[in-house]
């Protein structure tokens, strides 16, 4: 039911050791606890990891794009330039913030300036 | 008569709810840390053998097993009932996939069946924030209203007085969720319950709790009530061994082909900063958790160290004003008091590789504490 896939996540986590552990958790995370499904793994080289692309429950028509990171790490703007290119310039990418204790943040990061909704 | 007869009645039954649940509370989490003292029935034997400074309690420490993984760098527990020992006596670990207890089967379990819930903090952040939603929906469509009166009055020659605007707005201390809003949640929960009943297949808990290094090396080496295996041993890791592969997960990936030289074990290892930090709020008494408002700062005695460092330590740099605002506004919001907690890294030349190989070495370290308050002059009676 998704197992297979810890394969191919194994192969990912042996190529980018750095960001090893924010992978593994967020892959985790939004397996089981957000509960996406048709989760891709989308490797994002110049950002020196592999990113997530699947279905939120709460919105399932569109393909939502995931970053991880983590707290201790500090992004530059070009950075987050080069994970909107590799994932094909989607409208908004999650940056999945991960904490040395399993906690994860989702940031939602839009291109240009976005208005919120309410 | 009967009316005051009634609030006073009811004013009681919430007192008495509130008070059990608090009663339960403190049973369930009476235990500071997982070790216990053995009740001694014998009245006797406690008076006779305290005239000489014995007590015949034994020392109880639960046997828990963990599993270290190196990749996130945290030692996994798997055993329910370790779990609840650990959780509950002390707040030791958090869930992996929860954010706090693991409650990820009880949710799931939740989400499948609709009757005998129990309510997890989750859910009750979840309705908090879907209730938050409804009202700022109800906020803006308020505002869109007041604004298309003010312009419409405006196109006729009216005035509308300020009072009359505020009237249309809700205000966040006024605004109550309507049966509306109960229902959005409920036919949320309906779908997900629709999704979920094809899938009838048992749940299988695919949560574990996750314990950071200094918790687990705190109830290894402090309380011996927890032993540590690599994930395919069959015999528990030694303490020396624990040792060494925790300082070893945080050296860079190149550098970790080498770990069984002890030439790699350095005084500013993050394990033994951390480690020595969570040791020292721990005795006083504090649940240390990550997000906690005490602030690690690392000070090197040697400034070589840090040059040679192949760690690039956080905070060890002098900080900025900006940075040092930002932390103390954001803990200020939460009403939390930040603490600075300057931890000293003995010099290389000053610390010997034997001590190095055990926490014998934790003697040279020294922690200084400065509280810091914001001064908001508005505020400040004098």
Known sequence: RGFPKYATLSISIKRYPRAASAIFQTYNDLLLAQQWSEIEIVDLPTCGRCGFRGRRPENPNTRTCVVPCSLAETISMTWLKSAFGEFEQPEEVFLAINAEDSSIVYYKLSTGITKPPV | ?382
Not at chain 2, 71 to 100: C, E, H, M, Q, Y
Not at chain 2, 240 to 248: K, R
Request: proline fraction near 6%.
């Open chain 2, 1 to 382: 008569m009967s009316s005051v007869n009634q609030s006073q009645s009811r004013g009681n039954s919430s007192q008495k709810k509130g008070g059990r649940k608090r009663n339960e509370n403190n049973v369930i989490y009476a235990n500071p840390l997982p070790i216990t003292f053995s009740r001694v029935e014998n009245r006797f034997t406690v008076t006779a053998l305290g005239i000489f400074g014995i007590s015949p309690a034994r020392l109880l420490k639960p046997q828990c097993k963990g599993t270290f993984d190196p990749i996130t760098r945290s030692v996994w527990i798997t055993d329910p009932k370790d779990r609840a020992i650990l959780w509950r006596r002390g707040f030791f670990g958090k869930g992996n996939l929860s954010r706090s207890e693991p409650s990820w089967l009880v949710r799931q379990t939740n989400i499948r069946t609709a009757v005998g819930r129990q309510t997890t903090s989750e859910e009750v952040t979840a309705k908090r924030r879907a209730e938050r939603k409804q009202f700022k929906l109800d906020r803006a469509r308020g505002i869109a209203a007041a604004a298309a009166e003010a312009e419409s009055a405006f196109a006729e020659g009216r005035i509308i007085s300020a009072e009359e605007t505020k009237a249309l707005i809700p205000s966040a201390a006024t605004w109550k969720p309507s049966p509306s809003t109960q229902n959005v949640t409920l036919s949320f929960l309906e779908q997900y319950q629709g999704a979920a009943d094809l899938d009838a297949e048992p749940l299988e808990d695919m949560e574990h709790m996750q314990l950071t290094f200094s918790e687990a090396f705190f109830l290894t080496w402090a309380l011996d009530c927890l032993s540590i295996r690599r994930p395919n041993a069959l015999e528990p890791m030694t303490l020396p061994e624990i040792w060494i592969a925790f300082q070893t997960t945080h050296l860079p990936p190149h550098l970790q082909a080498y770990s069984s030289q002890e030439s790699i074990l350095r005084p500013d290892n993050p394990f033994l900063l951390n480690y020595f930090f969570f040791h020292h709020y721990r005795s006083l008494g504090w649940v240390v958790k990550n997000g906690f408002a005490v602030v690690l700062i690392p000070v090197y005695e040697d400034a070589r160290d840090a040059e040679s460092s192949p760690f690039s330590l956080s905070n060890s740099e002098p900080f900025t004003w900006q940075w040092l605002s930002t932390i103390n506004r954001v803990n200020s919001q939460v009403q939390k008091t930040l603490v600075l907690s300057y931890v000293t890294i003995p010099a290389l030349s000053r610390v010997s590789l034997t001590e190095l190989t055990s926490p014998a070495c934790f003697e040279r370290y020294s922690i200084r504490e400065i509280i810091i308050r914001r001064f908001v002059p508005a505020r400040m009676r004098d």
